[in-house]
């Protein structure tokens, strides 16, 4: 795990994208991919001509809940398995974050165009996934939100999960109820089901899944002294 300083270039391009308004997010850059139903992510340029990602929320959306989110992300980041996330403005709601390249569903479209064919991960995009999920439960934040569209890759066409908008923090409760790998239960399991839902395949998802519950099933019917 390591915290990620900025860079003299970040440092000043946040002179300039860490404090907008909305009419400038809108105005001066381009729209990534599709408007979700909590914002809008757009493609920035800073000063120094580096791109990044910023993710303009709806002006309704609590500025506490901003801030959580944020928080999230910046722990997942820190186990190299979310964006960096370089600036949070709670009054023009928005974050900058590291920009991503293509969602693992377009990525998997291109490579294979045949329209419903079968389109199989390979093992180490799986094992990825995994160790995403993994890792979530290390930064203790349930990611929560197994939508195959969150998983992202990067220029080194490294797969990470993005948006933190149903994430918790993992606290005795939650491990209480779904076991010590809370985000395999949960985030895993979903992004198993969905995957399908794009005809993407991912075996040992599914395996890793039902060797979990399994075993939890084994846990909670073993009798305590």
């Not at 757009?42 to 303009?56: C, R």
């Not at 395949?201 to 899944?209: D, F, I, N, T």
Request: aromatic share 8%.
């Amino acid at each position: 795990m390591s915290k990620a300083k900025l860079s003299s270039e970040e440092i000043n391009d946040m002179k300039d994208l860490a404090n907008l308004s909305r009419k400038a997010i809108e105005s001066r850059f381009q729209i990534s991919g599709k408007k979700g139903k909590e914002g809008t992510t757009f493609v920035a340029i800073g000063n120094s001509g580096k791109e990044y990602a910023i993710k303009l929320f709806k002006a309704t959306k609590s500025p506490a809940k901003l801030s959580k989110e944020a928080e999230y992300q910046k722990l997942a980041a820190e186990y190299g398995i979310s964006p960096r996330v370089f600036a949070v403005n709670t009054t023009t709601k928005y974050i900058v974050m590291e920009k991503l390249e293509e969602t693992i569903v377009d990525y998997m479209r291109r490579k294979y165009p045949e329209t419903g064919s079968t389109k199989p991960l390979t093992n180490e995009q799986q094992r990825r996934i995994i160790e995403i999920c993994e890792k979530l439960d290390c930064a203790k934040v349930a990611q929560n939100d197994g939508n195959p569209l969150n998983l992202m890759l990067n220029k080194n066409g490294k797969i990470m999960v993005i948006d933190f908008g149903y994430a918790v923090r993992i606290d005795n409760k939650l491990l209480q109820k779904r076991g010590p790998e809370p985000n395999i239960n949960l985030t895993l399991w979903h992004f198993e089901k969905q995957l399908g839902y794009y005809n993407i395949k991912g075996p040992l998802l599914k395996e890793r899944v039902s060797r979990y519950m399994y075993n939890q099933k084994s846990w909670n019917n073993t009798e305590i002294p």
